[in-house]
T-cell receptor
């Protein structure tokens, strides 16, 4: 069974530029999560979807971050414009339900200069 | 507000030693608790998931326990090996669809 796929794996941009990350969850998984992990910290949940609907985005900085999950499968997370403090690893996870195991992708490492 | 704490932040042990990693949370109203392993530069790998109605889960050399009333979970690793070296993270799933992680314990097992 294929795992959660993410791309790109690495991205370097300058502040005020925009960037987008892509996630393809495990086939059949209804729930999808985006996390931000700053070096030395645990992941912080940004947004979670159930199929193509947003369940919670209370920790998403909506003035600069946006996410969508079209057709309830793939998802994209966008940052526009990026700030220095957005430098982090962005992790995508999926699962069969909210109280079930979350399976993580390898992450996208973002560096904002 | 739910907070998750993991102590110690780092741990170094000789190969073969049994060890315990600790995770504490401030609000006992959780649906489940999950332990993950993270290798440098990699994503997270799920190790064990304990539902709120359960007391423990076992997988191979790993055993995780949950005491909701005291807000604590432990991950027991038996007969540690150098390949167990990684960061171990715990996460609680709470009401309101929140998953909250601790900062992790960095484990180094010396050969």
């Amino acid at each position: 069974e294929a795992g959660v796929a993410q791309s790109p794996r690495y991205k370097i941009i300058e502040k005020r530029q925009s960037v987008a990350f892509w996630c393809n969850p495990i086939s059949g998984h209804a729930t999808l999560y985006w996390y931000q992990q700053i070096l030395g910290q645990g992941p912080k949940l940004l947004i979670q979807f159930q199929n193509n609907g947003v369940v919670d985005d209370s920790q998403l900085p909506k003035d600069r971050f946006s996410a969508e999950r079209l057709k309830g499968v793939d998802s994209t997370l966008k940052i526009q414009p990026a700030k220095l403090e957005d430098s982090a690893v962005y992790l995508c996870a999926s699962g069969t339900g909210f109280q079930e195991t979350q399976y993580f992708g390898p992450g996208t490492r973002l560096l904002v200069l | 507000k739910q907070e998750v704490t993991q102590i110690p932040a780092a741990l170094s042990v000789p190969e073969g030693e049994n060890l315990v990693l600790n995770c504490s949370f401030t609000d006992s109203a959780i649906y489940n608790l999950q332990w993950f392993r993270q290798d440098p530069g990699k994503g997270l790998t799920s190790l064990l998931l304990i539902q709120s109605s359960q007391r423990e889960q076992t997988s191979g050399r790993l055993n995780a326990s949950l005491d909701k009333s005291s807000g604590r979970s432990t991950l027991y690793i038996a007969a540690s090996q150098p390949g167990d070296s990684a960061t171990y993270l715990c996460a609680v799933y709470t009401g309101g669809f929140k998953t909250i992680f601790g900062a992790g314990t960095r484990l180094f097992v010396k050969a």
